[in-house]
């Protein structure tokens, strides 16, 4: 079945390093890749996404990369700040017109300050 | 507009009780999501709807009901609760067409003893 794969499963930085997140899906028909912030107690909110006919995709201090050809997708934050401790997680859309998107387990990021 | 809403945000059920999840948006979306989120697996789906009248099952549909009877509505059910239920229960919507983004609700967390 369609599988995503996320890594680290926790990471710590220092404020102000950059920290890097990355995810591998299995179905090579996915097309749609969001990242979503989940702060402690508080809802999943989408903070960047990227398609599948899109190599690179930035906003301010995060990025998102996609390799298709690897099947592999990327989240890197720049500049973290304490605000940015949370968990994120990626996920992937197959091809259908169901929307469902396959989440990876979910990376917990401390910033130190 | 308030977005998506659950209800209730926290309950505790003895095993083999059922209870009812609701999660309602105001904006209109013709898809709708059921997740649930235990530690270090993510959001895993359990049913979702494209449309008012319609519901599918989705990675971990076993235990559970829906319906959407009318389109601003999803009712997750659990006939007889284990405490393999235990959870955050997430309910997410999305509007039909190009835009993929999913709005998530507060979540319920659900204790079964």
């Known amino acids: 079945g369609e599988n995503v794969e996320q890594h680290p499963s926790t990471l710590s930085v220092q404020e102000g390093d950059s920290a890097v997140i990355k995810c591998t899906y299995s179905?090579?028909?996915?097309?749609?890749f969001p990242w979503y912030k989940q702060e402690l107690g508080k809802r999943p909110q989408l903070i960047i996404d990227?398609?599948?006919?899109?190599g690179e995709k930035k906003d301010q201090r995060i990025a998102v990369t996609l390799n298709k050809t690897a099947k592999h997708f990327s989240l890197h934050i720049t500049e973290t700040q304490p605000e940015d401790s949370a968990v994120y997680f990626c996920?992937?859309?197959?091809?259908?017109?169901?929307?469902?998107?396959?989440f990876g387990q979910g990376t917990t990021l401390q910033v130190k300050p | 507009n308030a977005g998506v809403t659950q209800t209730p945000k926290f309950r505790v059920l003895k095993t083999g009780q059922s209870m009812t999840l609701l999660c309602a948006q105001d904006?209109?979306?013709?898809?709708m999501y059921w997740y649930r989120q235990d530690p270090g697996m993510g959001l895993r789906l359990i049913h979702y709807?494209?449309?008012?009248?319609?519901?599918a099952k989705g990675e971990v549909p076993d235990g559970y009901n829906v319906s959407r009877l009318k389109k601003q509505n999803f009712l997750l059910g659990l006939e007889s609760a284990a405490p393999s239920q235990t959870s955050v229960y997430f309910c997410?919507?999305?509007?039909?067409?190009?835009?993929?983004?999913?709005?998530f609700g507060p979540g319920t967390r659900l204790l079964v003893l």
């Open positions: 904006m209109n979306h013709e898809y």
């Open positions: 179905d090579s028909a996915s097309n749609y």
């Open positions: 990227i398609r599948s006919n899109v």
């Open positions: 997410a919507s999305r509007v039909w067409g190009r835009r993929e983004t999913q709005y």
């Open positions: 709807s494209v449309g008012e009248g319609t519901t």
């Open positions: 996920a992937a859309k197959g091809s259908s017109n169901t929307g469902k998107l396959i």
